[in-house]
């Protein structure tokens, strides 16, 4: 209930409507108080450092699905090529039986560590692979870590067969959590310095926090908001592979934070999009460009590829009219290519958009970018008036399934 | 202009907006005979056969983008994990420098077929690529070949130089050409049967033009087209890891194709968004339910994935709740994850849902579900009365490319 007294009147309303920069900022300086992931960004790294250099595995598999893996997928794609380490990590992270025998096939069982992560500890498709795996692999602590929830089943399994585990703070959820062991401690194994890591993260902590630089994440979180229901669809278009992983994860963080019913019992939603320059060029911009105009768009370019693979200086017969590519660095092609597209799609008046420019291919500024998506869809829940951290959603569907697994085992006796 | 004599009196209008079931046929059995796409199902393929016995490469890289490769790709990772072939396929597709280094470093490149596929012989991303390869390869009849539309700048190319070519017909469109050579020399390379592939689409074309059972496929796309504004975002939701590709191919074909200014100078459009369950059960189905009313979803499952892979039976220490997994096979699992997702979703009045059943993991069930999908495009574009075939909204960019690069080569003297 908001009062206040002019000279010529008294008012009273319980309009909330309108939340000023300073409460805005007020509001998401409480919630950093209960809130786990942002505080992340100053933890003491250095145990998950000293355990990444006890392992001694080339293959590092990850059980996790979701929020357990697709941050650490993020990072890790985004850095893989660039680094030179001799251990690799993988994903188990679906029940698709086709999906989980070619992945298992292909690796040395014996030169694995299996990390198995699940902040409940009882996701049914971590726990369904971390059964199976049971016939393939005899665990004990040397080829097996368990990272979960302090009090979960998973913990118990640990605690009972000495099994090195990792705890996953009570008020990180799985898609705000790769900042913590859940992504730390599987890059740290394969060679990405996660100190620099969190130094990224904490540049943009402390920006935001400290020196008060919140207008430019305010403006941009109350243009998706105020406009949610003219641009239903976010479209982040990121010009470089190496984003693919950046891009996934962007679409869980945004769709199941945002996609929720708010206070006043009205579904809210904003739909999140994930495209790859110059790929998508040649599938999805055709209807940003000519469709309805129900999109904003958000590019992100990498400024320095640190990579130079040059279109050599040659004429190929009936192909001389393309000569004007030769000489050119592939890495120049590709942001004159996006700079080509930026410059189309801002030309166009009804079609919101920003760009986003990334120094390089390194760690600082891959958990920049990070962070500030999860400050921002923070910001953006703070303005929808509904909570970010919860995915009640999903809940019936689990429990249809466990119903209908108990019925057919039931059938089955 | 549509005239009808009523008995009370003579009426004169040029409402053409209701489109009745046999008008709409009839048009389509008009644009079969000069939209090329329809009538691939009829193909000799036996020359496509005859070359691909001769490869002895074991790897096969297609350097092609958009609808030079995504079509092939669906395919491909559809059925590659069922297949007995020591030949792999690749896809360079895109200008990351650091993306053209790992691919290329990943094989052997003496033991490599080149595949050059470009419908217009002109795209800057494979001109690139290829101009490239020409420092890593010395290039003959032998470990090269090229697709390409008759007369096209490649076309020159491979006739100087004698390399064989095979001609995407003229009137085949990039999007709609994988059951051209585009898409059925590679995968007869690699072991797939492109005369099954033909057969699963020449049986939806059977049942659609001869047997005329359109209306299954009318009353989805008019529902789509009719709903335009409340439901601008399709999804299609595939339970099976090897439909990922599938999905691509999709996003492709319905934004490309559907996002266009139409008769009236309107921009129409829906939006495709492809997942993957389990996986995005815990990513983008919160949104789903609990989000905004504003998306149509399509499941697709697999009957059979004709691969085995049990829960043991078997109770660990911390996790006994879960044993209602123990015993199942991960084929019937990830259905049952299916179908209570499908529960969950129909249960939800405000969103619309289908549920396609495709029955196993082989060349007859994909080609059924691409075909049946290149139809239902372009049944929707003869409603949002657009061209589905073009794509005159990316043009603006490739010129601005074209320019700025010829603009650096003049300063770069």
Not at 77 to 88: G, I, N
Not at 405 to 413: F, R
Request: charged content about 25%; glycine content about 6%; hydrophobic content about 40%.
């Amino acid at each position: 209930m908001v009062r206040c007294k002019v000279e010529y009147m008294e008012y009273t309303s319980n309009f909330d409507s309108s939340v000023s920069n300073e409460i805005l900022f007020d509001t998401l300086k409480k919630e950093r108080k209960e809130i786990g992931y942002y505080e992340l960004v100053h933890q003491d790294v250095n145990e998950y450092i000293d355990y990444a250099k006890s392992v001694k595995q080339q293959n590092i598999v990850i059980v996790g699905i979701g929020g357990s893996s697709l941050g650490t997928y993020a990072i890790y794609q985004f850095l893989k090529d660039v680094k030179d380490s001799t251990k690799r990590l993988l994903f188990l992270e679906t029940t698709d039986p086709l999906d989980v025998k070619s992945k298992l096939g292909a690796i040395n069982i014996n030169d694995t560590l299996f990390i198995i992560i699940s902040k409940s500890g009882s996701t049914v498709e971590t726990v369904s692979l971390f059964k199976y795996l049971h016939t393939l692999v005899t665990f004990d602590s040397n080829n097996l870590l368990i990272i979960t929830d302090k009090g979960s089943p998973l913990e118990s399994y640990a605690a009972y067969h000495q099994i090195k585990s990792f705890e996953i703070p009570q008020n990180v959820g799985g898609r705000f959590s790769v900042f913590s062991a859940v992504g730390l401690v599987p890059l740290a194994i394969v060679g990405m310095d996660i100190k620099a890591l969190l130094a990224g993260a904490r540049e943009i902590y402390d920006d935001f926090f400290e020196k008060e630089k919140y207008i430019e994440l305010f403006n941009k979180a109350r243009f998706y908001t105020e406009y949610k229901y003219k641009y239903n669809i976010n479209v982040v278009f990121s010009y470089a592979s190496r984003l693919k992983g950046f891009n996934q994860w962007y679409v869980q963080l945004w769709g199941e934070s945002l996609g929720k019913i708010d206070k006043e019992n009205s579904p809210q939603g904003l739909t999140p999009v994930g495209l790859v320059g110059p790929v998508d060029q040649h599938s999805f911009l055709q209807l940003i460009v000519e469709g309805k105009k129900d999109k904003t768009v958000t590019f992100i370019t990498v400024k320095d590829f640190k990579e130079t693979v040059q279109i050599p200086d040659i004429t190929l017969h009936g192909l001389e009219s393309m000569d004007y590519l030769n000489g050119i660095d592939f890495a120049d092609l590709i942001n004159y290519q996006a700079e080509s597209t930026i410059t189309v799609v801002t030309d166009i008046k009804e079609i919101p958009c920003d760009v986003v420019r990334i120094q390089s291919i390194d760690e600082s500024s891959i958990a920049k970018l990070m962070y500030s998506y999860e400050l921002l869809t923070s910001i953006c829940a703070q303005l929808l008036k509904i909570d970010a951290y919860d995915q009640p959603g999903v809940e019936k569907g689990k429990v249809l399934l466990k119903k209908a697994l108990i019925q057919n085992q039931i059938e089955g006796v």
